[in-house]
C-alpha cells in the first residue's frame, strides 16, 4: 500500500515530513483517519493531539497540536498547526 | 597644515569608530545567520496558508455574508499601510528603503483622493512619517522589548489590525516591509492583506502550484464548510503574513547592517591610511626645518 505523505508546519518551522501509513487528525467535527489515496479533504482542528502511524500496527506517534487545519490533496497531507509538539 | 597632535587625535578616534564598525559588523553576521535562519523556516508555512486562503478565496463566490476580511468592505475609500521597519540604525538604506516604497504607495492612493493612514511597527520608521503625513498615524505597535520577533508578536498585530479594520472604517489594509533577497539585496515591498488580494494569472506571486491548483478545482471536500474554514483561517492568514514580514525586517535588517558597517570599517580603515601618510609627512616637515634652523645658526657662528 503506498505512503501517505504527511507534512506537519508551524511557523516557526517544518515539523515533520515524512510518507507514514496513517495520520489521525482531530478535525472540528470529530476525529478522522488520513491513509494515502484520501480523496481532498480540508478541515480545521480543534486542540488535540494527531497521531501518526508509521506503519501499520505501529505505535502511533503524538503531537499535540492547536489552532490548526488540515488539508489533504493530490500532495498528501498537510497540517498547518500554530504550535505543535 | 594641521598640527601633529591635531593629526595623532583624529588617527585615534577613527581608529576607534572602526572598532565599534567592526564589532557591530561581526555582531550582525552572527545574528544574521539565525533570523535568516528563522526567516527561512517561516517560509513553507506562510506559502501554504497565502496558497490555502487562495483557493478558498476562488471558491467562493463574494457576496454580502461573505467574511469582510475577504471580500472587503465594498468601499475603497480608505487605506491603512503598516509601515514595518526596525528599531535600530545604522543598516546602510534599509529602513529609508521601507519608509519610501509605503510613502510612494501613500502618495499614489492620496493623489486619487484616498484617505490613508499609518500603523508603525518599529521605531525607525515614525519620524518621517511623522513628518510628512502627521496625524496620519493611528497607532503604533512597540517592539523595543522584542529580540526576536515571535509569532505572538505577529499575533497581537494582527488582532488590533483585524479589531480596528472592524470599527474604524478602514477598506483596505496594505503591508510594507523589506523582503529578504540574500545579504545584499532587500527588497522594500508594499502588499495589500485585506481584503485578499484576487490573484492574477500574470502575479508573480501565483507560484506554479498555485496556479495549478487554480485550473484543477478538484471536488474538495470541506469541513465545517467552506465558509466557516475562511472565518477561522482569515485572521490567522493575517498573523502569518505580519509575522513573515517581521523575520524577513529582521534578517534584511542585520544583512544590511553588516554590509553597512563592513564598508564603515573598510572607509575607516582608508581613512587611517590617509591620515598616516599625512602625519608622517608633517613629522618629517617638522624634523627637516628643525635640522635647517640647526645648520643655519651653525654657519651664522
Redesign the interface.
Known amino acids: 500500500m503506498a505512503e501517505l505523505h504527511f ?1 506537519l ?6 515539523v515533520m515530513s515524512d510518507d507514514v501509513h496513517m495520520v489521525v487528525v482531530p ?3 470529530g476525529e478522522s483517519g488520513i491513509m494515502a489515496g484520501h ?6 482542528l480543534r486542540n488535540g493531539e494527531i497521531a501518526v502511524y508509521r506503519s501499520q500496527g505501529a505505535q502511533p506517534e503524538r503531537i499535540p497540536v492547536t ?1 490548526g ?1 488540515a ?1 489533504v ?2 500532495r498528501g497531507l ?1 497540517v ?1 498547526a ?2 505543535a509538539g | 597644515m594641521a598640527s601633529l597632535k591635531a593629526l595623532k587625535i583624529r588617527i585615534g578616534s577613527v581608529k576607534s569608530t572602526q572598532k565599534i564598525t567592526k564589532a557591530l559588523n561581526m555582531v550582525a553576521a552572527s545574528k544574521l545567520r539565525r533570523a535568516q535562519q ?1 526567516a527561512t ?2 517560509r ?3 506559502e ?2 497565502t496558497d ?1 486562503v487562495a483557493s478558498l478565496a476562488s471558491r467562493i463566490t463574494p457576496g454580502p455574508q461573505s467574511p469582510k476580511l475577504l471580500a472587503g468592505t465594498g468601499k475603497d475609500d480608505t487605506h491603512l499601510i503598516i509601515v514595518a521597519t526596525s528599531d535600530r540604525g545604522l543598516a546602510g538604506a534599509f529602513n529609508s528603503n521601507i519608509v519610501r516604497a509605503a510613502r510612494r504607495k501613500a502618495d499614489d492612493l492620496i493623489a486619487q483622493g484616498k484617505t490613508v493612514l499609518f500603523y508603525i511597527v518599529g521605531r525607525k520608521g515614525r519620524p518621517v512619517i511623522q513628518r510628512l503625513y502627521g496625524r496620519s498615524i493611528i497607532a503604533q505597535y512597540d517592539t523595543s522589548e522584542m529580540k526576536n520577533p515571535t ?1 505572538a508578536d ?1 499575533q497581537r498585530i494582527a488582532k488590533d489590525i483585524v479589531d480596528r479594520y472592524a470599527t474604524d472604517g478602514i477598506d483596505v489594509v496594505h503591508l510594507a516591509y523589506a523582503n529578504f533577497r540574500s545579504t545584499l539585496v532587500q527588497e522594500p515591498t508594499v502588499e495589500q492583506i485585506i481584503p485578499v488580494a484576487p490573484r492574477r494569472p500574470s502575479d508573480e506571486a501565483a507560484e506554479p502550484v498555485a496556479a495549478h ?1 487554480a485550473a484543477a478545482p ?7 464548510d467552506e465558509e ?2 475562511l472565518a ?2 482569515l485572521p ?1 492568514n493575517i498573523a ?1 503574513q505580519v ?1 513573515r514580514a517581521l523575520l524577513e525586517n529582521q534578517a534584511g535588517f542585520y544583512g544590511s547592517q553588516m554590509t553597512a558597517m563592513d564598508n564603515a570599517t573598510r572607509n575607516a580603515g582608508d581613512m587611517i591610511n590617509r591620515l598616516s601618510i599625512q602625519y608622517n609627512r608633517t613629522r618629517q616637515a617638522v624634523i627637516t626645518t628643525e635640522l635647517i634652523e640647526i645648520i643655519s645658526g651653525a654657519e651664522a657662528l
Do not use: C, H, W
Not at chain 2, 218 to 224: D, I, K, M, Q, S
Open positions: 507534512e508546519v508551524t511557523p516557526d518551522k517544518l478535525g472540528v467535527e480523496a481532498p479533504y480540508m478541515t480545521t489552532g487545519f488539508e490533496s493530490d498537510t498547518l500554530e504550535s | 528563522n523556516a517561516a513553507p508555512y506562510s501554504r496558508m490555502v509569532y505577529a491548483k478538484a471536488a474538495v471536500e470541506y469541513e465545517p466557516e474554514i477561522d483561517l490567522r502569518v509575522y
